[in-house]
């Protein structure tokens, strides 16, 4: 019978000698915080610049180059690289990394927030992205003017197909419109966890990002401003959401504005409305929320008693018989302070989602109602379709119909 091997007690266990070797060289922690995942596979590093059909007089941003595997083989095809790294290790990183050779005098490394500064000129951006500032990243560069030609950029993957949703799908939303409106976006590279360095906790993508040129001549304020509303609620319509009475408050208040910009006069006067038992409803179908309790109104218990004190002031003194049914404000208020202590203590009553009386409003209110019922209705019949259907064409066609009316968002 043979012997039973028996592991030595100092014996080492076996390793890959190359991960030992990357092991001893990992000077410092990644700090996943600020998402530091290096991009471990060549591969996918010279598919990325492949991408971007880089030219020898392009000027590259690269935004977090962190060791610099991907920097390294932009330098190889362009004329300058402006490398921007919040972390001044990984800054330190990627200098050394050509310091020495032909490519340190193209490599310009900028250190600070890339949202916050000020970006110099450059023709294409390649960005292994942290995840926590991709959408400020997007905008950021859509914004600039003169806009980059290309923009290479990998997101996480759920980011990356809401940018190239479209009309329909499950994750369609305002980022998705926004982004198509001004640029041009293509979904050309699947990046798995495995190859990264930490692994993220989820799978990348890489996306490609044209801006438009000549941009749309559309303020952007006023889309933006626009879609913050249809897609507050994506599967609503889009007339329960303007019944919204802060959305009503704030285009009222924006109309104002234009008026007085554009010397249109407006009748303050009240519009008559007086108040109404039962649930109460705007012309755009919306329920009117409680308002607080007036004071100055009075119960039938309570009037009951003060008809009672009244009678009995007057049933004394020499002006009794004189007395017309006025009251100074002294006998009034202290008739109310006398109620207030003397009448029985009432619960107060349950608040109701829907109030008991209806609100006064103004003409101006009543004016910016309908002007928005007849753009709904009439003018785009987009009234009873969902944000979550409609394509920019609705958008566009709904933007220029409330302009037209004097209607703006921002």
Request: with cysteine; glycine share 6%.
């Amino acid at each position: 019978m043979g012997k039973i091997k028996t592991p030595k007690r100092n014996q080492t266990s076996q390793r890959d000698p190359y991960e030992r070797r990357l092991s001893a060289n990992n000077i410092f922690k990644m700090k996943t915080i600020l998402g530091q995942h290096i991009l471990k596979n060549p591969g996918v590093a010279q598919a990325i610049v492949d991408k971007a059909d880089l030219k020898q007089s392009d000027i590259v941003l690269e935004v977090g180059p962190g060791t610099g595997n991907l920097t390294v083989k932009i330098l190889e095809k362009v004329r300058k690289v402006i490398a921007v790294e919040l972390d001044p290790r990984m800054a330190a990183e990627v200098t050394k990394r050509v310091m020495g050779k032909p490519e340190q005098r193209k490599l310009d490394v900028m250190i600070g927030d890339v949202i916050k500064r000020e970006l110099p000129y450059f023709d294409v951006c390649i960005s292994n992205t942290p995840y926590q500032i991709s959408s400020p990243l997007v905008f950021k560069l859509l914004a600039l003017s003169p806009a980059p030609r290309v923009c290479i950029l990998m997101f996480q993957r759920e980011f990356a197909l809401r940018l190239t949703a479209r009309p329909g799908d499950a994750l369609y939303c305002r980022l998705s419109v926004n982004a198509q409106m001004w640029s041009k976006i293509t979904h050309i590279l699947k990046v798995g966890r495995n190859n990264f360095k930490p692994p993220p906790a989820v799978e990348s993508s890489v996306v490609r990002l044209e801006p438009k040129n000549p941009r749309p001549d559309i303020s952007y304020d006023e889309w933006d401003g626009l879609l913050r509303i249809v897609f507050v609620r994506k599967n609503r319509t889009i007339r329960a959401e303007f019944a919204g009475e802060k959305v009503m408050m704030m285009i009222e208040r924006n109309y104002r504005t234009w008026c007085a910009q554009n010397d249109i006069a407006l009748d303050e006067g009240d519009a008559g409305e007086k108040a109404t038992e039962g649930a109460d409803e705007s012309p755009l179908g919306e329920p009117i929320l409680d308002d607080d309790d007036d004071p100055m109104i009075l119960s039938e218990d309570e009037e009951q008693v003060e008809r009672g004190i009244i009678e009995e002031l007057t049933e004394y003194g020499s002006e009794a018989e004189e007395w017309d049914g006025i009251m100074d404000v002294d006998e009034i208020e202290g008739v109310r302070d006398y109620l207030a202590n003397t009448s029985p203590s009432k619960p107060p009553p349950p608040k109701s989602k829907f109030n008991t009386k209806r609100k006064e409003r103004g003409k101006v209110a009543l004016l910016v109602r309908e002007k928005v019922r007849r753009v709904l209705e009439d003018k785009t019949q987009l009234a009873d379709k969902r944000a979550r259907v409609c394509d920019q064409g609705d958008f566009l066609k709904l933007l220029w119909a409330f302009n037209k009316e004097g209607i703006h968002f921002c």
